[in-house]
């Protein structure tokens, strides 16, 4: 045995957007011990990135996250309430005109972000949206205090540098399509 295998697992916790539960393992060297997991749908990420308006600007959402009691700038994201899983392309198009109202010509994925594999198995796929056109949100009842906007490039790489976005999926994705204009 090479990796951790679960004896038995029983879920402790279930809302409509997670499940936690606690596993019975036993590790390569046959010692056993638990391990607790949060179960979360895939999530999509979206860049929405304007060139149209002269100059290049990013779209950010800022709501306020209530582990951290914080109001956190960062880029469109989601899952699908109810634990459903749908094509991430689709998902990333429904959260960025939920979410901010925005439309996009095209949708190309940038890469794949585990969100804490040490205690998650939620994954992400980040997308980066073009063409962009403007329409009204869409907003679920938990985003009403959502707000959006457009920033510069320097603006949003400096929010970074302050702390003014702190979302590890946002910086991630951020770090993904830099890579994707370098090739």
């Known amino acids: 045995m090479d990796s951790i295998q679960t004896v038995r697992s029983r879920e402790v916790y279930r809302n409509n957007w997670l499940t936690i539960r606690e596993d019975d393992i036993r590790r390569p060297d046959g010692s056993s011990g638990i391990y ?4 979360k749908p895939a999530y999509a990420l979206v860049i929405a990135r304007d060139l149209s308006a002269g100059a290049e600007r990013y779209h950010l959402v800022e709501q306020f996250r209530y582990p951290l ?6 880029f469109p994201q989601g899952t699908v309430p109810g634990q459903h899983d749908i094509d991430p392309a689709e998902l990333a198009a429904r959260e960025l005109r939920e979410e901010t109202g925005l439309r996009a010509e095209s949708m190309t994925e940038l890469g794949l972000l585990d ?3 040490g205690m998650s198995s939620q994954r992400g796929r980040v997308f980066l949206a073009m063409g962009i056109t403007e329409g009204p949100h869409d907003r679920e009842h938990e985003e009403q205090d959502m707000r959006s906007a457009w920033f510069t490039r320097g603006e949003v790489e400096e929010m970074m540098r302050t702390g003014a976005i702190t979302d590890a999926q946002t910086m991630a994705a951020w770090t993904l399509m830099v890579l994707a204009e370098r090739r």
């Open 36 to 39: 607790a997991v949060v179960d």
């Open 69 to 74: 009691g914080l109001r956190r700038w960062e």
């Open 115 to 117: 969100v804490a594999p």
